[in-house]
Structure formats: structure tokens, C-alpha cells
């Protein structure tokens, strides 16, 4: 979602103005302030592309360039421990400075704004409570007395926990 207009190169913003109640906006990234208004969105848009127009002709008019000029200079006010710690990493990369910056604000100005989806393996260990019995077994020798009286053994509990 985008509360910016486009038309012949120039960008021009979308406001509301609930005080007036209007909308209205003004062509973004130029020397000269050119507004325009509308009652509905689509009224601020035909009067966007006029002011446009109307500023085109004003420039050519006076010989004026119609765009303002980026020389890829300026100056950039931040706290001093990122402003350090920037210079030192620039210095671990083997770039300077002005590389370092110019780097992490293509990086920036390039982002795409779609959500990052990681996938985490996770490993889930359930406790499970065994009963546990024990119980007398007899000792078989050849001497046993219940061998030589065939049947069942009898068998004992002798501890039982859960």
C-alpha cells in the first residue's frame, strides 16, 4: 500500500486534511513547492498529474531544471558508538567509510518488505511413567523339587512401586 501518486517521473504524496475536510498532497522531490487537493482520491489525481504538467511547463518556460539534483553527498548526524563501531567495521571489511554506509543503505533503499519465514526444528521429550514390578523367580537346578513335580511354578510379588 502505497499513499504516494506517480505520473511522468515525478512522485507526489496523499494527505488528509480532516480540519479543511480535503485531501491533498504535493509533488515530492523538487526545488519549488507544488500542491494540489481533491474531494475524492481520484480527483487528487487528475490534479496531481496537472500540477505536474503545469510545473513541466513553468520549468521549460523559465529554462529551470525541473528535478531536483542528487550529488550523493550528505551528511548523516548519528550517535557516536554506531558512528565507531561503522568506522570499525568498514575496517575489518576492508572498505572505507563512505563504502561501508553506501553499502548498508542499498542494502536498505533495496529491502523488499515481505515477511522473512524460518523454519526451526524443535524436538519434543515426552516423560512417560513405567510401572515397575518385581517379582521372585525360582532358581532351576536339576535338584529344583517343582521340576520333579511337574505343574506351575509359583510366583511371589515381592515390591511392587508405580
Not at 554506531?82 to 571489511?93: G, N, S, T, Y
Not at 515477511?115 to 532351576?140: A, F, L, R
Request: with cysteine.
Amino acid at each position: 500500500m502505497s499513499n504516494e501518486f506517480s505520473y511522468s517521473g515525478y512522485s507526489g504524496s496523499c494527505e488528509t486534511s480532516i480540519e479543511d475536510g480535503c485531501l491533498h498532497g504535493r509533488i515530492l522531490f523538487i526545488d519549488d513547492l507544488v500542491t494540489y487537493e481533491g474531494n475524492t482520491i481520484s480527483e487528487l489525481k487528475t490534479s496531481f498529474e496537472a500540477a505536474v504538467d503545469r510545473y513541466v511547463a513553468y520549468c521549460a518556460q523559465t529554462g529551470k531544471p525541473a528535478n531536483k539534483p542528487y550529488s550523493g553527498n550528505f551528511n548523516v548526524r548519528v550517535n557516536p558508538n554506531i558512528h565507531k563501531a561503522a568506522a570499525q567495521r568498514a575496517q575489518r571489511d576492508g572498505v572505507s567509510l563512505n563504502q561501508f554506509i553506501g553499502r548498508a543503505l542499498e542494502k536498505e533503499v533495496n529491502q523488499t518488505d515481505q515477511t522473512e519465514v524460518m523454519h526451526h526444528k524443535v524436538t519434543v521429550n515426552h516423560v512417560v511413567t513405567h510401572k515397575q514390578e518385581t517379582i521372585e523367580v525360582p532358581y532351576v537346578t536339576k535338584e529344583s523339587p517343582w521340576l520333579q513335580n511337574p505343574g506351575k511354578p509359583r510366583l511371589k510379588v515381592v515390591q511392587a512401586q508405580h
